[in-house]
């Protein structure tokens, strides 16, 4: 699964696992087997987020991109030239095979040991959604975010029950239905929702589903074979979702343009999405096009940039989205009180953390959820007796 994840720029006191660079290594990177991509502007955030996702166990670090891996070493068969980029792995890992075996690939030649490399000892952030980096049978698996600070685990259940029903099984498990009273905590759980993604598609932690279509076609006729999924052509938020796109999809390989959901049909050099927005953000090739190539592409022989094509006389294959709305049982209520709002702790909810028009329901709604919708992760009120997904917490030591 590949997750998304903002990173802070403060940390704790706590120390961690340092990390090793290997040098021989340096400007040059790996293109397959890419855990997750984050733009980040330090080598010690990166480290970070290597270090709490519990598969990660070496990456890539330059130029303000993180690139997270599940191998010990890089796959020399895969490496692209690639100025300002350094390879680090876990200084645990190196001395069980580095120091025992020499390595043999064509970039790297002689047998390492911790000496001969630099290391740098990183904090951990907080407020980031994790991977477990303790394997529990509880806080496992594409439904869950544990707190690296708090070690208070939050899984989703998508066994749909009552309010009350809910809280029983999360106090059943040990805990409780979520309090979500923090920025902090509404924000790790983002990613919670992208399981429900269908097979073959990926949930990059902002609300959509992403896939990509089989076949080569015009652009309009692209545009339809989404729609036969209950998608449109994709568009991206911004450059983090874009490369999470790309790497997800395999697209970050291929040297094929593809379609996506941006066009200056309407009015040259003015670009829209499918459904008539505005272009979220630009980038755009210095030199986008002429007139009569109206729809875009992702353009991997130009850095991935966006190009101008033809829509009817050029045929590529495209990326689709759909939108990701659902809700989840969480621990608030006004229950006790008509419009007093409260967790289940008994502290009061922040009224200024709920969607438009919401709480809306008066006497005949009156346990809150969290919805997940194009605009944004926040509260709504649901009839208690309403079946809905959940979300429970506990603290895993």
Known sequence: MINLITVPHECTTKSIEGFVRLPQYANKYVTSGILWIFDIDSKHFCAIECNIDAQCVSFFYG????????????????????????????RGLLEETTTKHEITTELVTTVLTTT???????QPSTNIATTNTVPDSWCTGDRYVKDPVTSICYKAWDTQLSWADARNVCQGEGGDLAILDTDAKINLVSSIPDYKCAPGKLGPKVNKCYWTTPIPLAWSDTG??????GGILGTFPDNITYYIVLNGTGIIESTDYWWIGLNDIATEAV?????????????????YGYFGDD????????????????????AYRGVC?????????IGGSDIATENIW?????????????????????????????????????????????????ICEKTIP
Not at 355 to 379: I, M, W
Request: hydrophobic content about 30%; charged content about 25%.
């Open 342 to 390: 409260q967790w289940t702790n008994g502290g009061g909810m922040d009224m200024g953390k709920w969607h438009s028009s919401q709480p809306g329901g008066n006497t005949l709604e009156n346990c809150a959820v969290l919805r997940y919708d194009s605009n944004g992760n926040k509260f709504a009120d649901e009839d208690c007796l309403q079946t809905r997904d959940f």
């Open 271 to 287: 670009f829209k999405t499918s459904d008539g927005k505005d272009m979220p953000w630009n980038n755009l090739v210095d030199i």
């Open 224 to 229: 339809t074979e989404c729609g036969k999924d």
């Open 63 to 90: 130029n303000n991109i993180c690139s997270g891996y599940d191998k010990n070493l890089p796959d020399a068969g895969n490496v692209q030239l690639l100025s300002g980029i350094n390879f680090y792995q876990i």
């Open 295 to 314: 729809c875009l592409t992702i353009a991997p022989l130009e850095d991935f940039k966006f190009a101008e094509e033809h829509c009817s006389l050029s």
């Open 321 to 329: 989205e759909s939108p990701l709305v659902c809700d989840f049982w």
């Open 116 to 122: 001969e490399l630099e290391t740098t000892t990183v």
